[in-house]
Structure formats: structure tokens, C-alpha cells
């Protein structure tokens, strides 16, 4: 037997998109075949899928991507201000294919006489008790009593023999080929080894996977991206927004910033993993050390800043943008959120926000009891008939972003599409002395299900209004 690679997905690959396999055999025209496809986390099997062969080319075809992406979610350490693993976000497998088929066993010329019943020398598995089931080349015309269901009384791994008297053999140079009468299968695993393959927790649309390369996010020359759909120009930020996105970057290197000042700054990984989750918001660039100029990196008079990734002393990925929005908020609301590349990143609504609640109550209609006092049924004014036995009070927010570019318009889909959203909740308090904050994430889901996509060659201002509900319900006594 023998099998082929046609296909198989790129080493690094997101998960949620087609992860296909493509195997050809040359046993693929065999009764019963099927391609088996076993998955391996290092060295425990985690699934096996058998697969039969495409009607035109009898290649074995198998998507991946239902099953891995089960094994992956998301990362998001909210106080991390220098950069954490992204453990989650990735996932290592091993797929080896093997192969299975109803077991035959082809002779030719091979019957001979064994003590006056019938021997057929050929290899095979049989033992002494197993129903069989002959068929010849001639379909039974020359021998017909060796053609069709037989138990065999003799075997070994050369031959074996049946309970046919060999008298009755007219001709024994007829070929044949012999099954278990149960058509059972023998199988084959792990013929061709695909090890070394991994998945993170991205989507890319449809028009540009087939366009992906996993060499696009090494990061070992300036054209290399880190693992983002954030756009890399006119992107604009407020002070107090958080960002953190993915990256294949190593421990120990560097992430250099630069500010419309002309100053440069970096500070270094220090995470050991595949994909590292980078702290890059005007809010959480964390603490930098200055190659030109003085601190901060946000001056008042600052209008961006860049960044970029550095394995020793030259650029290694795109350069990324962040405009400072220093517009005046009425009241400033930001939403960190899962983006189809993995990373966090934020978006800040600075317009009139509304929050509204709504309750739903569970009711039930109990008969009132009453008393009786003076030969007469009576009850007090007080006691239920309807009553309340779950109360659920759910609070959403509109909110409104303020003017936004062509590039953050086509960026704010993924956070309405997203599944894992956040909102920043900040806390002031004053306890006899200085001001202090505290900030916190409290999760929420987007309820917003239809929008419009704008553009400014059709909208010359561009805002949009998203709605969301917390995630937990404040609990309700009773």
C-alpha cells in the first residue's frame, strides 16, 4: 500500500477557516475502503474520523476546522501593561492517515489436494472456525462446491483448508480471491505522519484566505503583520482607550515606539510563547524606555504615535499607527473587544450614551386560602392570588461613537460580529484623601444584529451605534 499527500494546510493556520487534508492510496478501489484520519495532541489521539474516498479521484478529504477550533478560545489579561502568553489562542496537532478495506486474499492456481479435502495455499489471517466466503474467477463453473460460504477446519499464515471434498475439483489452476464472510476489515494507521501543524483563533473572510501565507507573520522584515485586523493608519484612540494585540513575537525583543515628536522609545517582550498578547493602547503602553527624546511617550502636543516589532536592531514587522483623538467626549464609554485575528483591541464611544433596563417576572396564580370565623369564609385584603417567583432584570447601552475614518468604519464590523466583548468600567472614589481610580472589565454581549458598512466616498461623516447588555444579571431578592 501506498498513499500520497495531495493537500494539507499550512503549518500555522487559522482555525476557523477551512483546515483540509487531501490523501490519495493506491488501495483506494478496494471493498469497503475508508481513509483514517487521526488527530494527536502530542501523544494522546483526540479524534479519528474515516473518511471514504471522493466519487472522481477516490481521494480521502477531511476539514479539520469544526474539530480544532473547539480546542481554542481567547486570552485577555486586562492589568497586563507589558505583554502575556496567548495560550489559548493556539493549538498544536499532530494528523496521521491511515487506511481500511474489507480483508482479501487473492490466490491463482493455488487448490491442491490435503488429505482428500481442499487446501488453498495462500497467506492469510485465518483461523481454525472462521466463515469464509469464496469467490472464483469463473464463478464456480469448473469447482462449484469451493465457490460461495465455508468454515475453515485447518489454517495457517500459508494456507488453509474447507470441508470440500477435493474429488470434486475439476480444475485447480482457477483463480479466486477469498473475505471473512462478515466482511470484516483490516485496518492500517498512522501510514502518513503530518506532525508539526498548528491552528490560532483567527477568521479571515472569504476572499482572503486563499491568499494566505503563514510566512506573512514571522516577524523578520519590515512587511511582516502581527496577528491583527487593527488598521495600520487612521486609527484613532483616545488617552484613556487599552489595546492589546497578538503577535508572534520571542521573548527578550523588542517593541519600539515613536511619536509624531520624532522621539523613540521600546520595551522589551518578556513572555516565553508562539503568540504573545502585546499591550499597545494609550492607556496601557506600560512602562518605556526612552532611545531619543524624554517621557512621556504621550506629550500633550503629541498627535500619534507608531510601534513596531524589533529582533535585535533592525525592524522586523509593518509599522502600526495610533492617532491620538483629543476630541472633547460627553461621556466617554470603551469597549475592548475579540477581533477575527485573535488580538483585543478597543473602541471608545465618546457621544450620549442610554442606559435602559427591562424586567421579565415569572408569575404563577395561587389559590387564596382564606378562613372562616363566624360560620363564614373570609381572607385578608393582603393575600396574593398572582404571584412573582423569578424576577430577571437585564440592563443594555446604546452607545455612539463619534466621527470615524473609512478604515475604523470597515475595523468596527468585527467588533459588532464579535463574540467575546468588554466594557471598561472606571471608578473614582475620594476616602479623606487623594483621588483615586480603579478600573475594571465587565463583560457584554453585542445585541446590535444588523448594520451598514459606510463609506466616505457616500457618507462623508461616518459614526455608528452599537448596543450592548451585560453579560451577568444583577441578582434579584424574593
Not at 511582516?224 to 484612540?237: E, G, I, R, S
Request: hydrophobic share 35%; aromatic share 14%; with cysteine.
Amino acid at each position: 500500500m501506498a498513499q500520497t499527500t495531495i493537500a494539507q494546510p499550512q503549518d500555522f493556520t487559522p482555525a476557523f477557516n477551512q483546515v483540509k487534508f487531501l490523501i490519495d492510496s493506491t488501495n483506494k478501489n478496494l471493498d469497503g475502503f475508508k481513509y483514517i484520519f487521526d488527530v494527536y495532541d502530542g501523544a494522546t489521539r483526540i479524534g479519528r474520523f474515516k473518511t471514504l474516498p471522493r466519487i472522481l479521484d477516490g481521494y480521502g478529504e477531511q476539514d479539520l476546522s469544526k474539530f480544532l477550533t473547539s480546542y481554542l478560545s481567547w486570552d485577555f489579561e486586562p492589568n497586563v501593561t507589558t505583554d502575556y502568553v496567548a495560550t489559548n489562542c493556539l493549538f498544536q496537532y499532530d494528523v496521521k492517515v491511515g487506511e481500511e478495506y474489507v480483508a482479501q486474499f487473492s490466490y491463482g492456481s493455488s487448490l491442491s489436494n490435503s488429505g482428500g479435502y481442499v487446501r488453498v495455499n495462500v497467506n492469510n489471517t485465518f483461523t481454525t472456525g472462521d466463515q469464509i466466503n469464496i469467490v472464483q474467477a469463473d464463478g464456480g463453473a469448473a469447482n462449484p462446491l469451493v465457490e460461495g460460504l465455508h468454515v475453515v477446519t485447518n489454517a495457517t499464515s500459508t494456507y488453509f483448508e474447507i470441508g470440500v471434498l477435493w474429488t470434486s475439483v475439476t480444475n485447480a489452476a482457477i483463480d479466486g480471491v477469498v473475505t471473512y464472510a462478515d466482511n470484516r476489515k483490516i485496518a492500517t494507521y498512522d501510514i502518513t505522519d503530518l506532525s508539526g501543524k498548528q491552528v490560532f483563533n483567527g477568521a479571515f473572510r472569504w476572499a482572503d484566505f486563499t491568499n494566505y501565507d503563514q510566512t506573512d507573520y514571522i516577524l523578520n522584515n519590515p512587511s511582516k503583520l502581527w496577528l491583527t485586523n487593527q488598521p495600520k493608519t487612521n486609527f484613532y484612540a483616545t488617552l484613556g482607550q487599552d489595546i492589546w494585540l497578538n503577535a508572534k513575537a520571542k521573548p527578550s525583543k523588542k517593541i519600539v515606539f515613536i511619536n509624531s515628536n520624532g522621539e523613540s522609545f521600546y520595551k522589551n517582550t518578556v513572555s516565553t510563547g508562539t503568540i504573545l498578547g502585546i499591550a499597545v493602547g494609550p492607556n496601557n503602553l506600560g512602562t518605556l524606555t526612552p532611545n531619543t527624546g524624554t517621557l512621556p511617550l504621550i506629550k500633550d502636543d503629541t498627535t500619534y504615535y507608531e510601534f513596531y516589532y524589533e529582533d535585535g536592531s533592525a525592524q522586523d514587522s509593518e509599522v502600526y499607527r495610533v492617532d491620538i483623538d483629543r476630541r472633547e467626549s460627553i461621556e466617554e464609554v470603551d469597549l475592548v473587544f475579540l477581533d477575527r485575528m485573535g488580538s483585543m483591541s478597543s473602541f471608545a464611544f465618546q457621544l450620549k450614551n442610554y442606559e435602559r433596563g427591562e424586567v421579565q417576572r415569572d408569575e404563577y396564580n395561587k389559590d387564596v386560602q382564606g378562613f372562616v370565623t363566624g360560620g363564614q369564609w373570609k381572607y385578608d385584603t393582603h393575600e396574593f392570588g398572582f404571584n412573582t417567583y423569578q424576577v430577571n432584570a437585564t440592563k443594555t447601552l446604546e452607545l455612539n461613537t463619534n466621527w470615524m475614518t473609512d478604515e475604523m468604519a470597515r475595523y468596527f464590523e468585527e467588533l459588532i460580529t464579535s463574540p467575546q466583548c468588554f466594557i471598561k468600567r472606571v471608578t473614582y472614589t475620594c476616602p479623606d484623601g487623594p483621588l483615586v481610580t480603579s478600573t475594571e472589565y465587565v463583560p457584554v454581549i453585542v445585541t446590535t444584529n444588523s448594520y451598514e458598512v459606510y463609506k466616505q466616498r457616500n457618507k462623508n461623516l461616518i459614526k455608528q451605534t452599537i448596543v450592548v447588555k451585560y453579560s451577568n444579571n444583577d441578582a434579584i431578592n424574593g
